[in-house]
């Protein structure tokens, strides 16, 4: 069964940094991504950051240089690194985890944690 535990979201002063976390219990094969979106209120959920299985990345150009995405595989966890953090960060944080199956992939999802970046 997969579950995904996030950490490390909080409140911070703009040009701050925060790091993330998210553990997932599930199994560490056949994992095509692990990834990180966020939701502010009123918007869409869209894609922060990812990373495949092979270590290859994905940034939003917003968050481009100021945050990085890494894993350890040993773990099953993935971080994201984020610095210079701007208000307009301000969001809640999903964690994503993406299977690959025979015929198709299969998306889990964390809880969300917030992180709020004040000016």
């Known amino acids: 069964q997969v579950r995904l535990v996030e950490s490390g979201g909080g409140l911070v002063q703009a040009g701050g940094s925060l790091r993330l976390s998210c553990a997932n219990s599930?199994?560490?094969?056949?994992?095509?991504?692990m990834g990180w979106y966020r939701q502010a209120p009123g918007k869409q959920r869209d894609l922060v950051a990812s990373?495949?299985?092979?270590?290859?990345?994905n940034y939003a150009d917003s968050v481009k240089g100021r945050f990085t995405i890494s894993r350890d595989n040993a773990k099953n966890t993935v971080y994201l690194q984020m610095n210079s953090l701007k208000p307009e960060d301000t969001a809640v944080y999903y964690c994503?985890?993406?299977?690959?199956?025979?015929?198709?992939?299969?998306?889990?999802w964390g809880q969300g944690t917030q992180v709020t970046v004040s000016s």
């Open positions: 994503n985890v993406q299977y690959s199956g025979y015929t198709q992939y299969t998306d889990y």
């Open positions: 599930g199994s560490i094969f056949r994992i095509n991504s």
């Open positions: 990373i495949t299985s092979g270590g290859t990345t």
